[in-house]
């Protein structure tokens, strides 16, 4: 099956770099911002910004599980080698727990939206928050290994293929 894919680059990818990241920062971008709008919008009164939080999440629960997709798949392909296994297996779980939980608090939020478009519970927010933490939480293990461990990068990609890693 590993024949039908295109040779592997210099990132050892199929494709020219890595998919993943791009991805992964609209859903971080859309669900931080969301709950922002949320809490803006409680403390200032502005149920408007209600409308673009719900928006913002919706997008970002359905963004993730295409990150999700690609992420697993340069996953397969990284090589990674020492503590990088077990950052990134930590990442991976996360990042499917992660997509379970939007998924939850977006049907919440629509259900709170469809019975009042004005208001939301402290709970809510309570619960935002928590997945805004999450969210930093994952962003933190996705930097340690691009910049810490180097997975995908051209430098450790040439050592990985020369046995040195």
Do not use: C
């Not at 990674?80 to 727990?97: E, K, V």
């Amino acid at each position: 099956m590993l024949e039908l894919l295109p040779p592997l680059n210099d990132h050892n990818l199929p494709w020219m770099d890595t998919i993943h990241p791009i991805v992964v920062h609209f859903v971080i971008a859309m669900a931080l911002i969301a709950f922002v709008f949320d809490v803006i919008g409680v403390v200032w009164r502005k149920p408007a910004l209600f409308e673009v939080s719900f928006w913002n999440l919706l997008f970002a629960t359905g963004a993730i599980f295409v990150a999700i997709i690609f992420g697993q798949v340069e996953a397969g392909l990284a090589a990674p080698y020492g503590a990088a296994r077990q950052i990134l297996d930590l990442h991976t779980t996360i990042g499917w727990s992660l997509a379970g939980v939007l998924s939850l608090v977006t049907a919440w939020r629509f259900v709170l939206r469809n019975r009042d478009p004005q208001a939301l519970p402290l709970a809510y927010l309570g619960v935002g928050s928590l997945v805004s933490g999450l969210i930093l939480v994952q962003v933190a293990l996705g930097d340690q290994l691009i910049w810490t461990y180097g997975l995908h990068t051209v430098k450790v990609v040439a050592a990985a293929r020369q046995g040195l890693i």
